[in-house]
C-alpha cells in the first residue's frame, strides 16, 4: 500500500506562484512514474504533469506548458510541482497519483495511476 500527501495550496493573487508537495510512503518511491492532477467543479479531473521514473522525463498539459515544472527528489520520497504564473482557470484541487506503470504513452491517463493523494486546493484570485 502506498500512502500520498499533498501540502502546499492556498490562495494567490494571479500571475503569483505557488509549490505543492506531495510525500509518499509505503513502497519504493523512485520506481514510480508520479503524476498530478487537478479537478475544477462541474469538472472532470484532468492531466496536469508527471515525472516518469523509467525514462527519466516530464510530461505537461498544454495548458501548464511552459508554467509549471514537475519534480521529484526521491531521497525526500516527495514529488513536487511549482506553478508559476498562475491564472485564475488553474484554480482546482490538485492531487498526487502515483502509477507502476512505467510506459510515456498513457502518462496522462487516470485510469494508470493506482494511488492517489486526498488533494490540496489551489485558488487563484483575478
Known amino acids: 500500500q502506498v500512502q500520498l500527501v499533498e501540502s502546499g495550496g492556498g490562495l494567490v493573487q494571479a500571475g503569483g506562484s505557488l509549490r505543492l508537495s506531495c510525500a509518499a510512503s509505503?513502497?519504493?518511491?523512485?520506481?514510480?512514474?508520479m503524476g498530478w492532477f487537478r479537478q475544477a467543479p462541474g469538472k472532470e479531473r484532468e492531466f496536469v504533469a508527471a515525472s516518469v521514473w523509467s525514462v527519466g522525463t516530464t510530461f505537461y498539459a498544454n495548458s501548464v506548458k511552459g508554467r509549471f515544472t514537475v519534480s521529484r527528489d526521491n531521497a525526500k520520497n516527495t514529488v513536487y510541482l511549482q506553478m508559476n504564473s498562475l491564472k485564475p482557470e488553474d484554480t482546482a484541487v490538485y492531487y498526487c497519483?502515483?502509477?507502476?506503470?512505467?510506459?510515456?504513452?498513457?502518462?496522462?491517463?487516470?485510469?494508470?495511476?493506482?494511488?492517489w493523494g486526498q488533494g490540496t486546493q489551489v485558488t487563484v484570485s483575478s
Open positions: 497519483a502515483a502509477s507502476d506503470y512505467s510506459g510515456s504513452i498513457l502518462v496522462g491517463s487516470k485510469t494508470v495511476y493506482n494511488y
Open positions: 509505503g513502497r519504493t518511491f523512485s520506481r514510480f512514474t
